[in-house]
């Protein structure tokens, strides 16, 4: 008797797993599609010629992952890092609606390069969409774009930077890497921390950061802005050669990865 309960309940658990890997590859092949049909005429049509209006000069674009809507949240943790960059470089007051972009974006001078802010307006899964379109309307390469998020493997107090690459299960940067067909682009990468005790991945995520959480997320805007600076800026110059130097001197709240 007990041994037939067991094999039962072995079975309903590897239907569960089962279904459960179906559901998230059913997930991203549907995200897949919506991002291809938000890229599809006429949905760009009008942005390709307006691309070459914008490559006489080299432009970067940094992005804020997230879901709109939901700001306050861990999973939108990169759009917070956005504003506060846009306030740091006076740009606050910039931010418009772009339908066509599906975005919030904001545009702006760093030392003579122009510099796209964008905050999609899609969900996480398919905000490359988003991305891809505002790159093609303003000639951007890949290379040029620094994708900003929430990063679950890094408690938060913790960033890093990485150059390209896998990632790393962010439904987000897959997204953006289907989209522009490349996975180059540099990403700041914001610790928010694995949930506690039994509470499901997803619900702490989409959860609001509690009250402590928000004084060390404070510090955390400043030092992701400062690195995002760095990043931008020319390391030749007197901003880059202090941002390197405060890196270097606080080694443990940012680091580089490959």
């Avoid at 309307?137 to 890949?142: A, D, I, L, Q, S």
């Avoid at 989209?179 to 039994?198: A, E, F, K, S, W």
């Avoid at 130097?245 to 606080?250: G, I, L, M, N, P």
């Amino acid at each position: 008797m007990l041994s037939r309960v067991c094999r039962r309940l072995s079975q309903w658990l590897k239907n569960l797993v089962k279904s459960t890997v179906t559901f998230g590859k059913m997930r991203r092949v549907l995200s897949r599609v919506l991002s291809r049909f938000l890229l599809s005429p006429p949905f760009t049509t009008a942005m390709e010629t307006e691309a070459q209006v914008h490559t006489e000069t080299r432009r970067k674009m940094v992005v804020g992952l997230g879901n709109a809507g939901m700001d306050g949240t861990r999973h939108n943790v990169g759009r917070a890092v956005l504003d506060a960059l846009a306030v740091r470089l006076g740009a606050s007051g910039r931010w418009k609606g772009d339908r066509q972009l599906c975005s919030e974006l904001a545009v702006c001078e760093l030392e003579g390069e122009r510099l796209i802010l964008l905050k999609p307006k899609l969900l996480m899964n398919v905000n490359g969409a988003a991305v891809a379109k505002a790159a093609s309307k303003f000639g951007v390469r890949p290379e040029d774009v620094l994708l900003v998020h929430d990063e679950l493997d890094k408690p938060l107090g913790k960033i890093a930077v990485k150059l390209g690459g896998s990632s790393r299960g962010h439904n987000g940067v897959r997204s953006c890497a289907d989209c522009l067909n490349t996975d180059v682009m540099r990403r700041l990468r914001v610790g928010i921390g694995r949930p506690h005790g039994n509470t499901a991945v997803e619900r702490h995520v989409l959860g609001r950061f509690s009250p402590d959480e928000r004084k060390v997320l404070d510090t955390v805007l400043l030092q992701s802005v400062d690195l995002l600076l760095s990043l931008l800026r020319p390391l030749g110059g007197a901003e880059g050669r202090r941002a390197r130097q405060t890196q270097e001197e606080k080694p443990d709240a940012a680091a580089l990865e490959t």
